[in-house]
């Protein structure tokens, strides 16, 4: 579960956002619609303590992540919260389940192949474990971003424009593909995105 209130966040005099309250259930998915410069990055950066808020709360699973810091910040989200990026960043060195299984370990748990090796069969990209990041196509890359934020089971699941350089069927699929992962692992699902194709995939919406 997430939940905002009287949230706020200042760079400077000059760029300071107020964010609107909201409430995402477990299992729901949610938009949040914004044009460039709206702040939705922003948000997405305090909705995973990224960045602290100038004031207000955010509750994620009934913690209050604003008021945590340091190393159970850390442990927190890595338990709790799932982000998917724009562009999915990997170290490059390691192979794809060597990079899911660091966030394993990011999460304070042991590394654990077979929960790897399952969820990437789910995702039709087995066949990869041991594939190094630059072998995957965008696709196989993108649902490889998808198996490490939700490796954890979170109770959030964060994207980041995850449909901006997508055609229409490939926006189609990766939101369907995000709706049943999170689905899977009963966690909201907050799209935060400037793209209108998704108003017709997914009915709950914010607008910042």
């Not at 990011?106 to 590394?111: N, T, Y």
Request: charged share 20%.
């Amino acid at each position: 579960m997430l939940k905002t209130s009287q949230l706020k966040f200042s760079y400077d005099k000059q760029n300071a956002f107020s964010f609107p309250d909201f409430e995402c259930q477990d299992g729901e998915s949610w938009l949040l619609l914004g044009n460039s410069g709206s702040g939705k990055t922003t948000l997405l950066h305090l909705l995973a303590g990224m960045l602290r808020p100038t004031s207000g709360t955010i509750e994620v699973n009934g913690t209050a992540i604003n008021k945590l810091s340091g190393g159970a910040l850390d442990a927190f989200r890595g338990n709790n919260i799932g982000v998917v990026f724009q562009k999915p960043h990997f170290i490059q060195s390691l192979t794809v389940g060597e990079n899911i299984g660091l966030a394993q370990k990011l999460a304070g748990k042991s590394f654990d192949k077979k929960p790897i090796e399952e969820l990437l069969d789910r995702l039709n990209i087995g066949k990869k474990f041991n594939k190094k990041p630059n072998k995957l196509s965008e696709g196989e890359k993108q649902r490889a971003s998808i198996a490490r934020a939700i490796i954890n089971q979170p109770a959030l699941i964060l994207a980041d424009e995850p449909t901006s350089a997508l055609d229409d069927a490939n926006t189609s699929q990766v939101t369907q593909l995000l709706e049943e992962q999170a689905t899977a692992v009963n966690a909201a699902l907050l799209i935060v995105t400037h793209d209108n194709r998704l108003k017709n995939h997914i009915s709950k919406q914010i607008s910042i």
